[in-house]
């Protein structure tokens, strides 16, 4: 257990909607990043949030968007579903925003586009 | 471009040792991390490379060759609980984890 929890577990929309993805970080962590994994692949990175500023972004579309809240939490927002959003994403927190820093991950989001 | 390559796939015997390699090739290099993941869960942090040689935790040992671009994962007294997937990430140049397909590790009896 890393303290790093996820909601919902798993969700089932319908191309063109729109999703939330939440995270709630291990205490006394103010980084949080987020993946998406496909099924079979490593996870690629989409955005890190560093004390609620964004702090480095992967290669995806503007329809990804984030957040992270005073308490260090975090949402994942992604606008007109395709139907190749369906995969797991991950959160990962850590204590700090450097390259040494370990990530704690969440047991994910399972996001199915229909 | 930047790339990291893992096998996809390896087969071990309980009680046996196993190698993972890890190949990479990024823009910038700050750290090599090995990650596990059962399947439908979260990868759990193994260990982390930065300078050159080996690193060991118990059963697990991880070694990198910062001038080859090279890492690698041993596993020793495998147990059937290691049938995992292994994710080999690479923190490149802007801080970001790059990270491999994974390796799947079939332990057998």
């Known amino acids: 257990e890393t303290g790093v929890t996820q909601s919902p577990t798993h969700l089932i929309k319908t191309r063109g909607q729109q999703v939330t993805l939440r995270c709630s970080s291990q205490?006394?962590?103010?980084?949080v990043s987020w993946y998406q994994q496909a099924l079979g692949q490593g996870p690629q990175f989409i955005f890190q949030?560093?004390?609620?500023?964004?702090?480095g972004r992967g290669n995806f579309p503007p329809r990804f968007s984030g957040l992270q809240f005073p308490n260090y939490s975090s949402e994942l927002n992604v606008n007109a579903l395709e139907l190749d959003d369906s995969a797991l994403y991950l959160c990962?927190?850590?204590?700090?925003?450097?390259?040494?820093?370990?990530?704690?991950f969440g047991p994910g989001t399972r996001l199915l586009v229909l | 471009g930047q790339n990291i390559d893992q096998p996809t796939e390896m087969t071990a015997t309980e009680g046996a040792i196993v190698q993972i390699n890890c190949t990479y090739q990024?823009?910038?290099?700050?750290?090599l991390f090995w990650y596990q993941q059962h399947a439908g869960e979260a990868p759990t942090f193994l260990s982390y490379?930065?300078l050159d040689g080996l690193e060991e935790k118990g059963r697990f040992s991880s070694f990198l060759s910062r001038s080859k671009g090279y890492s690698y994962l041993l596993l020793k007294e495998l147990q059937m609980k290691d049938s995992a997937s292994y994710l080999c990430?690479?923190?490149?140049?802007?801080?970001?984890?790059?990270w491999g397909a994974g390796t799947k590790l079939i332990i057998k009896p």
């Open positions: 990024t823009s910038g290099f700050n750290g």
């Open positions: 205490s006394g962590h103010n980084t």
């Open positions: 990430a690479v923190t490149g140049s802007n801080y970001q984890l790059i």
């Open positions: 949030y560093y004390r609620e500023e964004e702090n």
């Open positions: 490379n930065v």
């Open positions: 990962a927190s850590s204590l700090e925003a450097g390259p040494q820093e370990t990530q704690y």
